[in-house]
């Protein structure tokens, strides 16, 4: 009987060991019991050498995810993670000591993953699923997607504007994570190491929905060249989130387009700039450049910086009218043309002047002289330059008083005296409105562009 039972039991063990269904060898890891819901994706992705798992024979599947380490483990699954690397990556918190630069390298090279508009990787930060459900809607073919698909679920209003359409897309290729409840995504928490073993192997067995452009297939190449180095190819942009600005109550228009190249100041925005120096009409002409600064960091209102404080903004008086009789203040038209960050980075900021007066810097509407007796002297009242709007918006002072001459002609001749000159005092404020798109080059992408002067002929 014993003899039986023994060789019995070395029969099965040999079918185990010959069928290669054994549990001992089919996972490392010791804690992921076999009723985790994760659990088959993870032995999926432990067998296929996607994740690693600890050291200490552990999966740990609660551990939240590094930036870095879900840029190398989408690699693996993509079949890209031994491509040969063609570009040096350019982000201020990355050298090539850097823990995972290779992952970062190809990620950018591939167009995967890109960094922050700060000009940073962040490779330690840790992952969201909202920037999963991003970076899974990006890889993957285009489609018809309709948003109201995420009505189903309870937390879908947590979604930013600019995830929508990538979530919505991530949903309809089920490439996306919604446990422990159904109805919820919990979109702007950090991704855990059992959600990420789900969307790579998920992602793996829908390989036909990743756009070719992200397969190992596409990306081969010749072997015959694979020791030439390649021109990089320039990555593709897209949205990442839409903020808003401050406009004072002047403008419409307050977005501010994030992507991962740049950050986009959209037209009619308006900023509140300063000047150098003090400023006196007469004692510019046309073609005079004048110096502006901002006083302020400029941050949109959902915390990304713009302009940092003390940049240099530049513009060109185009026009000059001098003050006139019948109380015609001087005039005076400026185009900004470009403004200079702290740290040399040169930028266009093509704006006017935004007052009453279209484009206009000019002493703002005075009151006239109340009421004078009948020997022509003033009683009540002076004529001064009144600020519109909030008092930071004045753009200059002086005065344009009229002085009677006495009796019966008093009056007539107080309304005939001629204007003001424009003054300005430095650190005086004044607003601009931005006449095109302002954008803002992340450092690692080359400033190509060119300013034209097509706005002058308007």
Same mark, same amino acid.
């Given at each position: ?48 050498? @996607?994740?690693? @798992? ?70 330690? =930060? ?135 190249? =740049? ?26 450049? @004048? ?102 918006? =004045? ?64």
């Amino acid at each position: 009987m014993n003899f039986r039972k023994n060789l019995a039991t070395v029969f099965l063990s040999m079918t185990l060991l010959l069928t290669g269904i054994s549990t001992a060898f089919a996972k490392d890891y010791t804690d992921i019991p076999d009723d985790y819901w994760a659990a088959e994706e993870i032995e999926d992705v432990v067998t296929k050498n @996607i994740v690693p @798992i600890y050291g200490d024979n552990t999966y740990k599947p609660m551990e939240r995810v590094t930036r870095v380490d879900w840029t190398e483990w989408l690699l693996r699954a993509l079949g890209l993670a031994q491509a040969p690397i063609n570009v040096v990556p350019n982000y201020s918190d990355v050298t090539q000591e850097t823990f995972g630069y290779p992952s970062i390298a190809r990620a950018e090279q591939f167009g995967l993953i890109y960094g922050y508009t700060d000009g940073e990787f962040k490779p330690q =930060r840790f992952i969201t699923k909202l920037e999963t459900a991003s970076i899974m809607s990006h890889i993957t073919v285009d489609t018809d997607i309709d948003t109201a698909i995420l009505n189903q679920f309870a937390d879908s209003k947590e979604i930013p504007e600019w995830g929508i359409f990538p979530f919505s897309k991530a949903i309809k290729y089920g490439l996306y994570i919604n446990y422990p409840l159904e109805t919820e995504l919990n979109p702007n928490r950090e991704l855990n190491r059992a959600e990420a073993a789900v969307l790579l192997a998920r992602l793996m067995r829908a390989m036909d929905l990743v756009d070719p452009n992200y397969k190992a297939d596409a990306n081969a190449g010749d072997d015959n060249n694979a020791d030439v180095a390649q021109e990089p190819q320039e990555p593709q942009e897209y949205i990442l989130s839409v903020e808003h600005l401050d406009n004072y109550g002047k403008s419409a228009v307050d977005r501010v387009n994030i992507t991962n190249l =740049r950050r986009i100041i959209l037209a009619k925005n308006v900023f509140r700039v300063s000047f150098l120096e003090s400023f006196n009409s007469t004692k510019h002409k046309v073609g005079d450049v @004048i110096p502006f600064y901002f006083k302020k960091d400029i941050v949109t209102k959902e915390g990304t910086l713009l302009i940092p404080a003390n940049t240099k903004l530049y513009a060109t008086v185009a026009e000059l009218r001098d003050k006139r009789w019948i109380n015609k203040n001087a005039e005076v038209y400026l185009h900004f043309e470009k403004m200079v960050f702290p740290n040399g980075h040169e930028y266009p900021f093509i704006a006017r002047v935004l007052n009453n007066n279209e484009g206009v810097l000019s002493e703002n509407k005075w009151l006239k002289p109340l009421e004078y007796t009948v020997a022509g002297a003033a009683i009540g009242g002076v004529a001064v330059g009144l600020p519109v709007g909030e008092a930071n918006d =004045r753009s200059g002072d002086g005065m344009a008083i009229g002085f009677p001459v006495g009796a019966g002609v008093g009056l007539a001749t107080g309304f005939l005296t001629p204007g003001v000159n424009f003054k300005a005092r430095a650190n005086e404020d004044v607003l601009v409105e931005l006449k095109v798109d302002c954008s803002l080059y992340n450092d690692y992408v080359q400033q190509t562009k060119t300013i034209t002067r097509e706005y002058i002929e308007e």
